[in-house]
């Protein structure tokens, strides 16, 4: 069965430091996958996506994510946290093989510490 | 592109009431879907259209809820009749083919509703 988790609905980390949410997926065939950010009282927000290539994937507010494949993990990842990152953060999957639905986790709470 | 659009954003009624949320996708999308997103229960799919056709609708959580999607540009949830179980924040979305770059999601800003 298609599925994503997030194994953590917490993470607090320290402005400056860096920052880690992990994300693991279970699809068949090759995964189209996807990190996503709402912030109170909005609409969630594309951050990046991982369709083919380069493992590294670099997205939108200096945030990239790291496909691994024997893993199946996608977690995100910042160099610096920034207080403004504190955020609800969702990694998704796209199913290519059962109608291009997408699957979501269930989220992570993200509080960047001044 | 005005992104997609949502109305309601704010919906109070009462127990009974019948509901009506709407969505205007992004034009040229041919994918829409229906969230519900609640504390207990995070984000849900409820439904979700290819080319106005419904696909999957296992999601939907009764007979009391219903979608549409008449043409390309325009969708409505419905919610008839309304209990206080359904208080949540709607999200409608779209995307484009996943063979166009991955046809990533684009979310609405969300219709809260809260039935009393």
């Known amino acids: 069965a298609q599925s994503v988790a997030q194994p953590e609905d917490q993470v607090n980390v320290a402005e400056g430091n860096p920052l880690t949410v992990k994300c693991t997926y279970s699809?068949?065939?090759?995964?189209?996958l996807f990190w996503y950010v709402q912030y109170p009282n909005r609409g969630l927000q594309f951050l990046l996506k991982y369709i083919t290539g380069d493992n590294l994937v670099k997205g939108s507010y200096g945030f990239e994510a790291e496909f691994n494949k024997s893993q199946t993990s996608f977690h995100l990842k910042k160099p610096s946290a920034l207080v403004s990152d504190s955020a609800l953060y969702f990694c998704?999957?796209?199913?290519?093989?059962?109608?291009?639905?997408?699957?979501f986790g269930t989220g992570t709470s993200l509080t960047v510490i001044p | 592109d005005a992104g997609v659009i949502q109305s309601p954003r704010h919906e109070v009624t009462e127990m009974g009431q019948e509901v009506t949320l709407r969505c205007k996708p992004i034009?040229?999308?041919?994918?829409l879907f229906w969230y519900r997103q609640t504390m207990m229960r995070g984000l849900e799919l409820l439904i979700y259209f290819n080319n106005n056709v419904p696909i999957d609708d296992s999601g939907m959580p009764e007979d009391r809820f219903s979608a549409k999607m008449p043409n390309a540009s325009f969708s409505t949830l419905k919610i008839q009749p309304s209990e206080p179980r359904d208080s949540a924040v709607y999200f409608c979305?779209?995307?484009?083919?996943?063979?166009?770059?991955?046809?990533?999601?684009?979310f609405g800003p969300g219709t809260r509703l809260t039935v009393t």
């Open positions: 998704a999957v796209r199913d290519m093989n059962t109608g291009n639905q997408f699957y």
């Open positions: 034009s040229g999308h041919d994918y």
């Open positions: 699809v068949s065939g090759n995964p189209y």
């Open positions: 979305a779209s995307s484009p083919s996943p063979g166009l770059a991955g046809g990533k999601q684009y």
